[in-house]
């Protein structure tokens, strides 16, 4: 059985160069860290009403949404988490994914529907392999670990009567110009999750939010505690969601793809490696020979990506890297040549 609790943080141990996590440096920018401590000073209060109005607003006015239709959550995967609160009589899992809502649902009881989509044509989405009778959908867009954006016409197909669609968009903002998102759209049982982790590297913050009719929020949340996001998660959701933050992310998204380029490229030109290409996200899922014997020869080189294998769909000849800079894309790419060839040599 898949260990589908695995994450890259577990592959990313202490003293190896990490490409198993996602999450684009290792500290918030300076002025978001600033930002944060000097929300400490507000938490000698339970977190205001007036911090999460803010928040929401401030999200909302990205989006072109109402603050009605803002939800802020510990992160996305507090967002899984809930869905069990709809009450899903069938749950259809877009795979290969990212496994949390798996996790939420199978742990709640709920029926889970495995859609199995195709290395064969890319994994694009196809609608016709959902079933009617799924009145819960959750796929990623991009999606983890294939990198792969589906388009909004083709998810919208997706949309019913009775049924909630979720679009898991934890990394849409490291997509230039986030063409798309689904986060501007009021559709029926339609929710997006949108995480603040990966683009400013907040992971044990916990923060992100969900988008989506005011009624449907409601019943996501019926049963979440009092005050159940902090006032510094309420901060860095308002900031990360002012129009410098979202001019920042866009240019680091843009010179995020820069280096996916240079990395596929890099990758490409190694013998017995696949890239899984086109790629819309912040890493690469790669098919590599005896891909468990490399990722165990990386390690012993210094460098940590993230195993396949735990994901639907995947065998462990797959590996996803994270995109990182030039500098530290070259450790990457020469490490793997030094461990492809000498498997050629012994
Ligand atoms: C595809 C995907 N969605 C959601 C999450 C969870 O994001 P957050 O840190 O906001 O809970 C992750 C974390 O790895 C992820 O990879």
């Given at each position: 059985?898949?260990?589908?609790?695995?994450?890259?943080d577990?592959?990313?141990?202490?003293g190896?160069?990490?490409?198993?996590?996602?999450?684009?440096g290792?500290?918030?920018?300076?002025?978001?860290?600033?930002?944060?401590?000097d929300?400490?000073?507000?938490?000698?209060?339970?977190?205001?009403?007036?911090?999460?109005?803010?928040?929401?607003?401030?999200v909302?006015?990205?989006?072109?949404?109402?603050?009605?239709?803002?939800l802020?959550?510990?992160?996305a995967?507090?967002?899984?988490?809930?869905?069990?609160?709809?009450?899903?009589?069938?749950?259809?899992?877009?795979?290969?994914?990212?496994?949390?809502?798996?996790?939420?649902?199978?742990?709640?009881?709920?029926?889970?529907?495995?859609?199995?989509?195709?290395?064969?044509?890319?994994y694009?989405?196809?609608?016709?392999?959902?079933?009617?009778?799924?009145?819960?959908?959750?796929l990623?867009?991009?999606?983890?670990?294939?990198?792969?954006?589906?388009?909004?016409?083709?998810?919208?197909e997706?949309?019913?009567?009775?049924?909630?669609l979720?679009?898991?968009?934890?990394?849409?903002?490291?997509?230039?110009?986030?063409?798309?998102?689904?986060?501007?759209?009021?559709l029926?049982?339609?929710?997006?999750?949108?995480?603040?982790?990966?683009?400013?590297?907040l992971?044990?913050?916990?923060?992100?939010?969900?988008?989506?009719?005011?009624?449907?929020?409601?019943?996501?949340?019926?049963?979440?505690?009092?005050?159940?996001?902090?006032?510094?998660?309420?901060?860095?959701?308002e900031?990360?969601a002012?129009?410098i933050?979202?001019?920042a992310?866009?240019?680091?998204?843009?010179?995020?793809a820069?280096?996916?380029?240079?990395?596929?490229q890099a990758?490409?030109?190694?013998?017995?490696v696949?890239?899984?290409?086109p790629?819309?996200?912040?890493?690469?899922?790669?098919?590599?020979?005896?891909?468990?014997?490399?990722?165990?020869g990386?390690?012993?080189?210094?460098?940590?990506?993230?195993?396949?294998?735990?994901?639907?769909?995947?065998?462990?000849?797959?590996?996803r890297?994270?995109?990182?800079?030039?500098?530290?894309t070259?450790l990457l790419?020469?490490?793997?040549?030094s461990?492809?060839?000498t498997?050629?040599?012994?």
């Amino acid at each position: 059985m898949t260990d589908l609790r695995h994450h890259g943080d577990v592959d990313a141990r202490p003293g190896l160069e990490d490409f198993a996590v996602n999450v684009r440096g290792s500290a918030p920018p300076a002025w978001l860290r600033e930002h944060l401590v000097d929300a400490l000073d507000r938490i000698g209060t339970y977190p205001s009403t007036e911090d999460d109005r803010a928040a929401r607003r401030a999200v909302a006015a990205r989006h072109g949404r109402g603050a009605d239709e803002v939800l802020v959550l510990a992160g996305a995967a507090e967002g899984f988490a809930l869905l069990p609160a709809l009450g899903p009589a069938k749950a259809a899992l877009v795979h290969p994914s990212f496994t949390e809502p798996e996790v939420a649902l199978r742990q709640a009881g709920v029926p889970v529907h495995h859609v199995m989509l195709d290395a064969a044509d890319g994994y694009a989405l196809r609608p016709e392999l959902v079933p009617g009778d799924a009145d819960l959908v959750v796929l990623g867009n991009p999606t983890n670990p294939t990198s792969v954006l589906h388009p909004a016409a083709t998810i919208r197909e997706l949309v019913r009567d009775g049924r909630t669609l979720v679009v898991d968009e934890a990394f849409m903002d490291a997509v230039p110009g986030e063409p798309e998102t689904l986060t501007g759209e009021r559709l029926p049982g339609l929710l997006v999750l949108r995480s603040l982790t990966k683009t400013w590297a907040l992971p044990g913050l916990r923060a992100g939010y969900a988008l989506g009719d005011p009624d449907l929020l409601g019943r996501l949340a019926a049963h979440r505690p009092h005050w159940p996001v902090g006032t510094l998660v309420l901060a860095a959701v308002e900031a990360c969601a002012s129009p410098i933050a979202v001019a920042a992310a866009g240019a680091a998204a843009t010179e995020t793809a820069r280096h996916r380029a240079n990395l596929a490229q890099a990758l490409a030109g190694l013998p017995g490696v696949e890239v899984h290409q086109p790629a819309a996200g912040p890493f690469l899922l790669l098919r590599v020979r005896e891909g468990e014997r490399v990722r165990e020869g990386l390690r012993r080189r210094g460098i940590a990506v993230r195993r396949g294998d735990t994901f639907p769909g995947l065998t462990a000849d797959h590996l996803r890297v994270a995109v990182r800079d030039a500098a530290r894309t070259a450790l990457l790419v020469a490490a793997l040549r030094s461990e492809l060839t000498t498997e050629v040599s012994t």
